[in-house]
């Protein structure tokens, strides 16, 4: 009898090193016995017996959770199926509406956001939106003055991130928060002014308290954090005027439709609560490792290219805000680390990595298609007129780290680019 073959990675690997946590990050042991012990809530939280009120309050629990995590209500806690539904909720959700009633409207983004914000702008310029797009510095930075200049009287909505998934900019949101609330208190006119925030990368490395963001919106993504896939949340401040995306229920206040799924949802608060936990300590380590893993690269490969902000000790939200630092200075997020390498291509360069044991990517595992360089990394090259300019869109690899990240694992990654490179040199 032919015995079962059990398919076990180490079978081809000595190592594994997971180095793709801006795309997705494996379940906390928390969070992973939170969704075990809630699999046995199997009632639907709409129902009155016995079942359905220990599922209500479950979640109810999961919301309370949320919300004191960054500092929000309960009732501003909208539960989604990820951070992607969040963003589509906070931009059809507030801007359909006020279309129907203002048949032009313009709402303010930046060059680099996500797909889950730039689509669905585009999508609604068929119903009379128009969207200015920011442009970012060499760094990924929008200007705080340009935003300023751009907001018009037709402005309804301002929609930034907080942490960029694939070169880690910090963008200066306490500041823009300052511009919208001037335009806001100059207005003669009763057309509103939104400002949301996709933080979707930022809770295990920023400390994030709405209040102090002064956002009207605001997401969170549960598989960017430790948590689950499949949930994620929209903060919605009192008072924001929102209606659904998803029609045919009254869950979550009636602005989304569905039985909620109350593993995910606990799963998912354990997380954030969990992540916005000792963020401080958590950034420095995994910053020094970062910094160790691009020192380590550079020795091996002189002319790499670093993506995005200069490598800084101090990676935390209020660096970024640091007058002492100057106006131009950005920061970037912890774990990040974004390189290009010369005549490396880039989705070459990480299948070559994978067979040697390196998890690790070239750009959002969201935007669309295959072939084309990330439009991230074109948006920072702009305007250099530099001979290596054209060539890194095409060449830059994304390496994030998970929270658990040593040095061994950043030795054992800039051993495996050294291998990949040498090896594409010579086939060159």
């Not at 040697?356 to 070239?362: D, R």
Request: charged share 20%; glycine share 6%; hydrophobic share 45%.
């Amino acid at each position: 009898m032919v015995g079962k073959i059990t398919y076990n990675r180490t079978m081809f690997f000595k190592r594994r090193v997971y180095a793709d946590a801006a795309a997705a990050t494996p379940l906390s042991a928390r969070s992973k016995g939170e969704l075990v012990r809630l699999l046995e809530v199997y009632g639907n939280t709409g129902a009155l017996h016995t079942e359905a009120v220990e599922a209500k309050k479950e979640l109810d629990i999961a919301r309370k959770l949320i919300g004191g995590a960054i500092g929000a209500h309960e009732d501003e806690i909208i539960f989604t199926a990820s951070g992607t539904e969040a963003n589509n909720l906070a931009i059809q959700g507030v801007l359909r509406p006020l279309l129907q009633t203002w048949s032009e409207l313009n709402a303010i983004t930046s060059a680099i956001e996500h797909q889950s914000v730039l689509q669905p702008l585009a999508m609604l310029e068929r119903e009379g939106l128009y969207t200015s797009e920011l442009p970012v510095d060499e760094h990924g930075l929008i200007s705080v003055e340009q935003l300023a200049e751009v907001i018009n009287d037709e402005t309804v909505f301002v929609s930034i991130q907080l942490v960029n998934s694939e070169i880690g900019t910090i963008q200066p949101i306490k500041e823009i928060t300052k511009v919208i609330r001037r335009v806001r208190q100059s207005r003669s006119s009763n057309v509103p002014l939104y400002f949301h925030v996709d933080a979707s990368q930022a809770p295990l490395w920023i400390p994030i308290k709405v209040d102090s963001l002064g956002c009207d919106l605001l997401t969170l993504d549960a598989q960017k954090i430790q948590g689950p896939k499949g949930v994620g949340a929209l903060y919605v401040r009192r008072n924001t005027s929102i209606e659904p995306v998803i029609w045919g229920g009254v869950q979550e206040k009636a602005l989304r439709a569905g039985t909620p799924n109350v593993p995910l949802v606990g799963a998912f608060a354990v997380a954030l609560f969990d992540a916005q936990k000792e963020v401080e300590s958590r950034v420095q380590k995994v910053a020094e490792v970062r910094d160790f893993c691009f020192s380590e690269i550079k020795k091996h490969i002189p002319d790499v290219i670093l993506n995005g902000p200069e490598l800084s000790p101090s990676t935390s939200f209020d660096s970024v805000h640091d007058k002492s630092l100057g106006a131009t200075r950005a920061a970037r997020v912890a774990n990040n680390l974004n390189i290009s390498v010369p005549h490396l291509e880039a989705q070459m360069a990480v299948i070559a990595l994978d067979a040697e044991g390196v998890a690790a990517s070239t750009r959002s595992a969201c935007s669309p298609g295959t072939e084309e360089p990330s439009h991230v990394i074109k948006a920072i090259l702009e305007n250099d007129l530099g001979p290596t300019a054209a060539l890194r869109a095409g060449t830059a690899i994304r390496i994030t780290f998970l929270p658990s990240a040593t040095k061994s694992d950043a030795l054992y990654i800039a051993e495996a680019l050294k291998k990949v490179a040498k090896r594409y040199k010579n086939m060159a």
